[in-house]
């Protein structure tokens, strides 16, 4: 009884002399100390949100150049060429200053005016010199004069110690490319693709387009672009993600691994109420805006703001398209094992639950022996499903009473945790063990996840874990760079005992958790049922294999003078031709986040000059110093385009927006119909590794994490995301589909590696050392 004695706030007994109150002592503590902790919070807030909006100055500035304005007025001297005076006699209280009063509060305004305008100034000048973009097409290592003189200027105007958000409002906003350039590139990225008799039609069908009627539609996105903060983001979150009806398991969500060859615990509870905490301490440090921006050469800032809705956010089902809810200061969690939810609490006297108090709370969930509700086990198949049948659902039976409480739980919760009951992990000894892995991560059972919240932490019972993530919200170098610090934060700072538990004492006064209670009638558990049916069917059809390439890895590509990158994805198209005999439209996801509010575009990696290696490498005719001569050439137009794409002057947002703005006029275009129903065959993606730097992997070799993956894009096509880790490895995880006879992961995944092995070789010998 001392969980529920310590849950009450005060008693109370009816006696003949009146009501004899009783306040428990150990609650108003409780209850004090969590106000303590929101009037600090709210207080390092308020202190982050000065030091960002004033930034790249700092609050101390202003006092500087109070002192410089006030000397110059000692001296006689008037800086403000008399606005100090007019200040003074247009203040509304001067009847009641001295005259030396009213000159001093007068000076403190002007300086305050000046201030501002510096500040305002400096963050013009900044967002002028990131605009500048030349420096990203110089050969590596070879800076030029001026590139150098740029980034000492840069590095001058961003301050010290910048905040997460320091530097949104001097980022520059994406431009807008020309039509002209647009389609010269998309003309000339789909000529490998098309014979002659094909490409002439797409010219001609291109050219229209571009009489008309491309301008007049490039004038109202021109106009969107001065007026949005980003002319792509906001229609690319609305029309490509939330607008979908179909289910946003595999075909949206993305997943990603623990380390790889490493399991710090194979207590269950442990590791997950070290990962939890760790989470909740990222989030702190995310609320305040403490962490450090992401940097391009060490100064270059990344925009921050996919970072806000990691937390405490959900996408919400809707008949004609979805919405994300994002709140702030959730405070629970909530569990799910075996078929129950249930519903824990993270604060305890003002403070994070420590790890050792996490674990005590989810054993106890571990070890509840109670059965699922009528309709609960498969309750999560609503979020796998059709959006439809989900939005009605919750509208007609998750609007009253227990149910509508218990789904306000688990949309509010801070993120949802599953506690799997089965096994997985990579394994040596079974080569279908990153499989196997993977399709639980992604997909799972399609009811023990639930889909729409912004991430899902699973974690099996032998200790193993990772991450199922909704894409509206955020793009893949965000979550990963949380999940970075949380295996770096689990393994490296709060660690275990030597009987594998948590570090800490256990708290045995602490309520346990609550479980989630409904009410699911018959027609309910029959949608249910029915949304879980389409899931099963979507699940069991991922085709995928996990391959881990360990003959080489980036120090010796690095050697061979190419880009990591521009290699892997020249292996792909390779591996590809020899899989399917033919070419095709290659999609990799490029970041556009040197600019404010940019996500992704979309690098066409199929060209004309890769098409000419592949077939050199399949002729035998061709010599070797031949093929490497056309692999140069490959990679450095691969190269090329992966850096227009990062400076706004991709090809396929550009056209997106373009057919938008057409739909919205109802402008018909059948160029732009064409070009936006074109299948990606070839999916690709890489995950970027190391944004913090807190696992050393050159000390640490085995703590390196194993990436992660998506689902196939087109029903006869792979989706492949891959991971280049440390020096010696790199892990590809490739997704298809089981219905389609023209693809077999496994057999791509073969492939990949022999087209990497082949390219390989026709470096010399003494490259291989």
Known sequence: MAEAHQAVGFQFTVTPDGIDLQLSREVLRHIYLSGVTSWKKRAIRFKNGVLTGVYPASPSSWLIVVIAIMSTMYARIDPSMGMIDKIKTSIPVSNFMTVQTQTVFSAILFAT???????????????????????????????????????????????????????????????????????????????????????????????????????????????????????????????????????????????????????????????????????????????????????????????????????????????????????????????????????????????????????????RILDDKSEPQMGELKLAALTAGNRVPWARARLKYFNEGVNKSSLEAIETASFFLTLDDDAHGYDPENMRSLDLYAKSLLHGKCYDRWFDKSFNLIVYKNGKMGINTEHSWADAPIVGHMWEYVLATDCFHLGYTEEGHCKGDVNKGMAPPTRLQWDIPKACQEIIEGSYGVAKRIADDVDFHGCLFTEFGKGLIKKCRTSPDAFIQLALQLAYYRDKGEFCLTYESSMTRMFREGRTETVRSCTCESTMFVRAMEDKNITKEQRLALFHQAGEKHQNMYRLAMTGAGIDRHLFCLYIVSKVMDIDSPFLKQVLSEPWRLSTSQTPQQQLNLIDIQKFPKYVGAGGGFGPVADDGYGVSYIIIGENLITFHISSKFSSPETDSYRFGQNIKKAMLDIRSLFNQKDKI
């Open 113 to 363: 005016a000046v201030w501002f305008s510096l500040i305002l100034l400096m963050r013009y000048i900044l967002k002028a010199l990131l605009s500048y973009h030349s420096w990203i097409f110089e050969s590596h290592g070879k800076m030029s004069s001026f590139t150098k003189v740029w980034l000492s200027l840069v590095k001058l105007l961003s301050g010290r110690r910048p905040l997460l958000y320091s530097f949104q409002a001097s980022l520059p906003r994406l431009p807008v490319p020309s039509i002209d350039d647009t389609i010269s590139r998309y003309l000339e990225s789909v000529r490998p693709l098309l014979d002659d008799e094909q490409y002439k039609q797409m010219e001609v069908v291109a050219n229209d387009f571009k009489k008309d009627p491309a301008p007049k539609l490039q004038k109202y996105l021109v106009l969107k672009s001065w007026w949005a903060t980003n002319y792509v983001s906001d229609w690319w979150e609305e029309y490509i993600y939330l607008k979908g009806r179909g289910p946003i398991m595999v075909n949206s969500n993305f997943y990603t691994m623990d380390l790889l060859y490493v399991i710090p615990t194979h207590r269950q509870a442990a590791r997950a109420a070290n990962a939890v905490h760790a989470m909740l301490q990222y989030r702190r440090k995310l609320e305040r805006g403490e962490l450090t921006p992401l940097m391009a050469l060490g100064i270059v800032p990344m925009c921050s703001v996919q970072y806000e809705r990691m937390f405490n956010t959900t996408r919400i089902p809707g008949i004609e398209t979805d919405f994300v809810q994002h709140l702030k200061d959730r405070k629970h969690l909530v569990v799910y094992h075996r078929g129950r939810f249930f519903k824990l609490w993270l604060y305890y006297g003002g403070r994070h639950l420590w790890p050792s108090e996490l674990e005590q709370q989810f054993q």
